[in-house]
């Protein structure tokens, strides 16, 4: 398994508040993805000047702000298994969200942080 990228991901229902708040940080928006949860969730991928990456999604499932590790990784199986043999565990059961690019989850470990697996399929 490799390790293709490795950022901050929160969760909100206020995602377009964060945004703000990053953007006059100085980040910018890189892209959007809607697809997620047939289009009820999106993902939004911003970068400062220096080259550091925060995602923001939006859900309307969290009751509060949900903080994670995004982990981009090139084997997702590879990966999920690695994390589950160490103890992590997946809060939504076994469920994977899958879109027309990509694969991921939310994991948490034995003492409590949160990692976001994800695949990028490439067409």
């Known amino acids: 398994m490799k390790i ?3 950022n901050p991901l929160i969760v909100s229902q206020h995602s377009d508040d964060i945004i703000k708040l990053f953007e006059e940080l100085g980040f ?3 892209h959007k993805k809607t697809d997620i949860e047939g289009g009820e969730n999106s993902n939004t991928r911003l970068r400062d000047p220096n080259g550091f990456h925060v995602d923001v999604a939006s859900s309307n499932h969290v009751p509060q702000d949900l903080m ?3 982990i981009n990784v090139d ?3 590879e ?3 690695f994390f589950m043999s160490h103890g992590f565990t997946n809060p939504r059961g ?3 969200t899958e879109t027309s690019s990509s694969r991921d989850t ?3 470990s034995p003492s409590g942080f949160a ?3 994800c695949h990028h399929i490439k067409k």
């Open 4 to 6: 293709s990228s490795f």
């Open 68 to 70: 994670s590790i995004r």
């Open 94 to 96: 076994d469920k994977v």
């Open 75 to 77: 084997n997702f199986d």
């Open 115 to 117: 990692v976001t697996l």
């Open 79 to 81: 990966a999920y298994n």
């Open 28 to 30: 910018e928006k890189r």
């Open 106 to 108: 939310y994991l948490l």
